[in-house]
T-cell receptor
Framework: GQNIDQPTEMTATEGAIVQINCTYQ??????LFWYQQHAGEAPTFLSY??LDGLEEKGRFSSFLSRSKGYSYLLLKELQMKDSASYLC??????????WGAGTKLIIKP | SAVISQKPSRDICQRGTSLTIQCQVD?????MFWYRQQPGQSLTLIAT?????????ESGFVIDKFPISRPNLTFSTLTVSNMSPEDSSIYLC??????????FGPGTRLTVL
């Protein structure tokens, strides 16, 4: 079956770095997505990786290893506004997104 | 990125009634989707809205309960029919743009009494 695993909750300190991991098993693979979702709001697109390696966008970076079925989202210089849920989703061979349950990130001062 | 708007942003409805949610995109897109997100849970795909033909529904969702229209490449509607409290959820319109990037509308928060 198809499955996405990510931690339920993580806590980090303002100004620090945090890495949110995601492992996936899908029928075929057409890319890995990360979204940020603040409570009561819609998900916001953060990144899309289809090739192995690290992609950096400002304070956020996303890494993909297709051979390991693994991705991570790296957040640097954490700010209080980064407190949110982070959703990992893998696109299968039918170009459908398979969603993880999300990781709730709590930032403490 | 595509700019997506949804109407209404929220509504409180009585059991047994129906609500139609509208989704408007600022550019033509091939793929449009409707999702549901219940409190504290991840996203569940209801259906893919196909332009000019019947929507493609996921397992557990049927056209009689969630009729969908897609008259053109920038607009779609989702109707939640004969509502019950179990239909209380956030309903999200989503579109896929270039290079498989997928974006979400602001959502419609539905409460059924």
């Amino acid at each position: 079956g198809q499955n996405i695993d990510q931690p339920t909750e993580m806590t980090a300190t303002e100004g620090a770095i945090v890495q949110i991991n995601c492992t996936y098993q899908t029928s075929g693979f057409n890319g890995l997505f990360w979204y940020q979702q603040h409570a009561g709001e819609a998900p916001t697109f953060l990144s899309y990786n289809v090739l192995d390696g690290l992609e950096e966008k400002g304070r956020f970076s996303s890494f993909l290893s297709r051979s390991k079925g693994y991705s991570y989202l790296l957040l640097k210089e954490l700010q209080m506004k980064d407190s949110a849920s982070y959703l990992c989703a893998a696109m299968d061979s039918n170009y459908q997104l398979i969603w993880g349950a999300g990781t709730k990130l709590i930032i403490k001062p | 990125s595509a700019v997506i708007s949804q109407k209404p942003s929220r509504d409180i409805c009585q059991r047994g009634t129906s609500l139609t949610i509208q989704c408007q995109v600022d550019s033509q897109v091939t793929m449009m989707f409707w999702y549901r997100q219940q409190p504290g849970q991840s996203l569940t795909l209801i259906a893919t809205a196909n332009q000019g033909s019947e929507a493609t529904y996921e397992s557990g969702f049927v056209i009689d309960k969630f009729p969908i229209s897609r008259p053109n490449l920038t607009f779609s509607t989702l109707t939640v029919s004969n509502m019950s409290p179990e239909d209380s959820s956030i309903y999200l319109c989503s579109v896929r743009a270039r290079e498989n990037e997928q974006f979400f509308g602001p959502g419609t928060r539905l409460t059924v009494l």
